[in-house]
């Protein structure tokens, strides 16, 4: 446990983890709303045989993703060990 980590208060551990499952959120909804994008111009690329070069991977938001769930899981465990109680309807989701 980081000393950031061991000093915070049990409100402190509840807006972290309320902070990491909003910005996870943000990402997850860039990631389906290119996700249907991506559809449409898979399907247009099956039926033309066009190049799909408007296809988004989202990379990034993919990687800010990981970075949160490892963040989250480390919160997690710190709320666990001091015995917080927490919002528990309160999830990580991502895309």
Not at 11 to 32: E, F, H, S
């Amino acid at each position: 446990m980081t000393s950031a980590e061991a000093a915070a208060s049990c409100q402190d551990v509840g807006l972290t983890l309320r902070t990491i499952a909003d910005d996870a959120k943000g990402y997850g909804a860039n990631i389906r709303n290119d996700r249907s994008s991506n559809q449409v111009a898979g399907y247009f690329g099956a039926l033309f045989i066009i190049p799909l070069i408007g296809v988004q991977h989202n990379t990034e938001e993919k990687r800010q993703l990981d970075v949160l769930q490892t963040r989250w899981d480390r919160w997690i465990d710190v709320a666990k060990s001091k015995q917080c109680p927490f919002d528990r309807t309160l999830t990580f989701r991502g895309y």
